[in-house]
Every structure is written in C-alpha cells, then in structure tokens.
Nanobody, 122 residues
Framework: QVQLVESGGGLVQAGGSLRLSCAAS????????MAWFRQAPGKEREFVAAIDWGRGTDYVASVKGRFTISRDNAKNTVYLQMNSLKPEDTAVYYC????????????????WGQGTQVTVSS
C-alpha cells in the first residue's frame, strides 16, 4: 500500500520560510518523479514543482527563485523549501508521485498525500 505523508505546513508571515516534507512508503521511491501541487480556496489545484528520478527539476513561474524541491532517496522523502513566502502562496500543498519523468497535469500522477496547510499572513 502506497502512502505519501506530508508535514511542515503552518502559519508564517510574508517574507518567511517553511520547509515541507513528504515521506513515501510502499513504492520504489528512487524510480519515481515526485511533485508538489497546491490548491487555494476557490481555485483549482495547480502544479508547483517536481523532481524526476534523475533529480531534474521544474517549477511554476510564480515560485521560481523562491522555492526549491529536493529529494533524499535514502529517506524516501521529497522536500519543498519555500522562501520569501507571499500571501498568494497560501494553499493546501499536496505531494504526488508518478513514473520516472515530470508531468504537469495532476491527472498524470498515481499517488497523493493528504495535504498540508500553508498560510502566509501579510
């Protein structure tokens, strides 16, 4: 049984930082592309960042230069370091897993975590 468990969300002031973690089990983690998506109230879920099996990365334009995705295959964990946070980053952040390479559509991901809330106050 595959499980993805996010942690690290919380309330932070604008300009602050948070690091999200997603611990995976029940799958061969090193073979998977891992992604972070987010969903703000009243909006559709959107792609934020992803890292493929070879550690190639990609980001949505609005977070480039502020967010960094990384992975530790020994710990079966993917991270999202979020710096210079803005109120518009407020959302529930979800971890997702799929095959080897990055995709940007949520429908291309096989497994999902339960989400962690990030709230950025102005």
């Amino acid at each position: 049984q595959v499980q993805l468990v996010e942690s690290g969300g919380g309330l932070v002031q604008a300009g602050g930082s948070l690091r999200l973690s997603c611990a995976a089990s029940g799958l061969i983690f090193s073979n998977r592309a891992m992604a972070w998506f987010r969903q703000a109230p009243g909006k559709e879920r959107e792609f934020v960042a992803a890292i493929d099996w070879g550690r190639g990365t990609d980001y949505v334009a609005s977070v480039k230069g502020r967010f960094t995705i990384s992975r530790d295959n020994a710990k079966n964990t993917v991270y999202l370091q979020m710096n210079s946070l803005k109120p518009e980053d407020t959302a529930v952040y979800y971890c997702a897993a799929r095959g080897y390479i990055i995709r940007y559509n949520e429908n291309d991901y096989d497994y999902w975590g339960q989400g962690t809330q990030v709230t950025v106050s102005s």
